[in-house]
């Protein structure tokens, strides 16, 4: 049916209920009709053109619809107050499809499971809401009504007892509003917030306590011990005078001799050093040489006053010309003071590039550290002079 033949354009009311409709007609010419009530038919369909822009009340429950027509999205249909669309098949109600003119609407008893913000949120008049059903899908997507739309002061919420889950199941009878959706469940940008904080406050506190309590020395030690554990060897079958050459400055000899080589000698290694061990009337680059190439390592108690020491100079340049020449890795360095930048002299150019690479052992002043520290050295001095590669060392300044 296209048309109603013989209706008065001038008609107000129309009701057409219980009349067995399969389709509904074009009203637009009656532009004088404010009420259509057709319920109870057998409408499948309803085009927004069909419908008079006069139109206030329209009824039209209890037909076969399944998906609602878009009446808000006709610019000049803004005198509907009243609209009936229950007991039809309805599913879902897409944004822009209900006018926003609207004072009452009537959705109950269709197969709608969610109730949008993007669609409820622009009816700013609406004041009764009938949404009686048993068919919503308690989860995220239904927050928004749940917490909201149903605690509005605004609007009347007609059977909210008849307001039921059907999904999920744990939730299936529950009334809408007792189904426990809250904003940190739904909200992913709150989760995020919430997340990354905690994150935040759980890596401030490990910095904390690894700061305080010496974390990252601990951790490159450990590195270096087991590092050096991977190298330990048995006594080398070549015949070395010394186990470890150790050269150092002179205003750091109070720390060497006192806290170094009583140390390293208390534990039977044989150590050179130059001011017991040098040849007499043998000069003193000779001294150094014989010394270095009889020793097992070569120590080095690195300090500002040492890279400012002429004879400290002298064995570094002894010591390089065996590593690079043997290619052997037999230094060990050990930081008594940090070193200003770019200390080294420029003109040991090759052992500056093996500095910046090569592992160090750091003095610490306390005790606890000191422990550790001669656990390293012990395990060093037990390795193997085995051939350099440089890209594979590991710095821990």
């Known amino acids: 049916m296209n048309s109603f033949p013989g209706l008065p354009t001038t008609l107000q009311r129309l009701d057409l209920s219980n009349s067995n409709i399969k389709a509904m007609a074009n009203l637009k010419f009656i532009s004088n009709l404010t009420v259509v009530n057709i319920p109870n038919n057998k409408i499948e369909d309803i085009s927004p053109k069909h419908v008079p822009y ?53 959705i109950s008893n269709n197969a709608i499971t969610i109730i949008m913000e993007e669609t409820f949120g622009r009816l700013r008049n609406l004041r009764v809401l009938m949404a009686q059903g048993k068919h919503f899908f308690c989860n995220c997507d239904l927050y928004w009504f749940a917490n909201t739309y149903l605690a509005s002061p605004n609007v009347q919420i007609h059977g909210r007892e008849a307001l039921k889950c059907s999904f999920p199941l744990q939730k299936r009878g529950l009334l809408v509003e007792n189904s426990n959706l809250t904003i940190l469940y739904c909200s992913l940008g709150l989760q995020m917030g919430i997340t990354a904080i905690v994150a935040a406050m759980f890596m401030t506190v490990i910095t904390v306590l690894c700061w305080r309590f010496h974390g990252p020395w601990y951790i490159k030690m450990g590195w270096y011990w087991c590092m050096a554990k991977r190298k330990q060897y048995q006594k080398s079958p070549e015949d070395k005078l010394y186990d470890a050459f150790v050269s150092y400055s002179e205003n750091d000899a109070p720390w060497t001799k006192e806290i170094l080589l009583k140390n390293l000698e208390a534990n039977n290694y044989r150590v050179c050093y130059h001011e017991r061990d040098f040849l007499p009337g043998h000069p003193v680059l000779g001294n150094i040489f014989h010394c270095i190439e009889n020793s097992h390592k070569v120590l080095f108690v690195l300090s500002p006053s040492f890279v400012n020491s002429c004879w400290c100079q002298y064995e570094l340049y002894f010591a390089e010309h065996r590593v690079l020449n043997e290619n052997q890795d037999s230094l060990i360095m050990i930081v008594l003071e940090d070193l200003p930048p770019n200390s080294v002299p420029q003109k040991f150019s090759k052992l500056r590039k093996l500095l910046k690479r090569k592992t160090y052992l750091k003095w610490s002043s306390e005790e ?18 085995e051939p350099m590669v440089l890209d594979e060392t590991i710095e821990l300044h």
């Open 54 to 106: 006069s139109l206030e009340e329209f009824d039209i429950s209890k037909n076969k619809i399944r998906r609602m027509p878009f009446l808000g999205a006709h610019s000049k249909l803004k005198k509907l107050k009243f609209l009936n669309l229950s007991g039809n098949k309805i599913s879902f109600l897409q944004p822009g499809s209900l006018p926003e003119s609207l004072l009452e609407l009537d």
């Open 368 to 385: 606890h550290k000191q422990k550790l520290f001669w656990c390293q050295l012990n395990a060093v001095l037990k390795t193997t002079n």
